[in-house]
């Protein structure tokens, strides 16, 4: 495949990842672009996660850090100009959901940079000496593909651990005591000729190794028109810019129902109305699904919150397209308990 890039200057969360999105709809046959930026003082939660539960939402606003909902699921990731993320879109073809058909040319374009401990790890990290500097997530759309992460260089760690706070459960899963010793940067780690690299100058030399080149003038790049901007423009004040995108208007929930799988977290939250029928329901989650969590939620909504009408709307869910493989048995167990 023909692989070309594309990048920019902005560090506005809201713009960026309405920039992803319009280039993941304009991906062409046989075409892979690679698309780098960088966030400013942002958190970016999966497209099922609930911000109260995953971020310090109050500190975060005292400290001016910003809240986006990408599109992908996954967990919540930190950015400041001391690291970068990093996409690769092409139309979608192949095994869903491998990360390592992506993360591979990142992984050996570290490595030639002296990271050479760097390796995918579990279903989407990128980890050196068993700490993670790198997440990632997909998503698919009309045909078309994105695999995304962010590369922790030389970002404030004590602001990862400001922002987020993980379930207890999560950490404990790992044999881990806190947010700050799960993550690192990796500037400590690339070779000597690179220490003196700033975020922005490591992330042009990555650049060059992936696309085996020794100038930016080698790399093939396309750039966007003013049409293409207008449009993403219009991409982020309908969803990234909106409040009720990135926050969400959630009921008053009165049954909660959470369990971890080995492929995610699963969050049942649902209030059953007089009579016994499901009348909110909202599921979030760091599970990998690729289709939109809203039809199964729709599906399960105004339904008896009994076993067998629960399983009979499971019998019409495709769990591997929104759930990443969970199984429906174990779905249906885990909310009608």
Known sequence: MKLRYTETDCTNPF?????????????????????LWQNANTVVIGKNQNPW???????????GCKLARRISGGGAVYHDLGNFSYCFIQEEHGPARDFSVFTRPVIEALHQMGVAGARLEGRNDLLIDGKKFSGNAMYIRNGRMTAHGTILYDADLDAVTAALKPRADKIESKGIKSVRSRVTNIRPY???????????????????????????????????????????AAIRAERFANWDWNYGRS???????????????????FNVEQGGNIKEIKIYGDFFGVGDIADVEKRLTGIPYRRNAITAAFADIDTALYFGGIAAKDLIDQLVG
């Not at 309405?18 to 690679?34: K, N, P, Q, W």
């Not at 922005?200 to 293409?228: C, K, M, Q, W």
Request: hydrophobic share 35%.
């Open 53 to 63: 539960r995953e971020c310090r939402v109050e500190s975060m606003k005292a400290g």
């Open 190 to 232: 690339v070779a000597d000729a690179y220490q003196h690299l700033n975020t922005r100058e490591f992330r042009d030399h990555l650049l060059l190794r992936i696309f085996g080149v020794n100038s930016r003038a080698d790399v093939p790049e396309y750039t966007l028109s003013a049409d293409d901007w207008a449009q993403v």
């Open 251 to 269: 009921p008053a929930f009165t049954s909660e129902r959470y369990h971890k799988y080995p492929q995610g977290a699963v969050d049942f939250r």
């Open 15 to 35: 713009i960026n990842l309405a920039t992803e999105e319009y280039m993941t709809f304009r991906a062409t046959e046989g075409e892979v672009t690679m698309y």
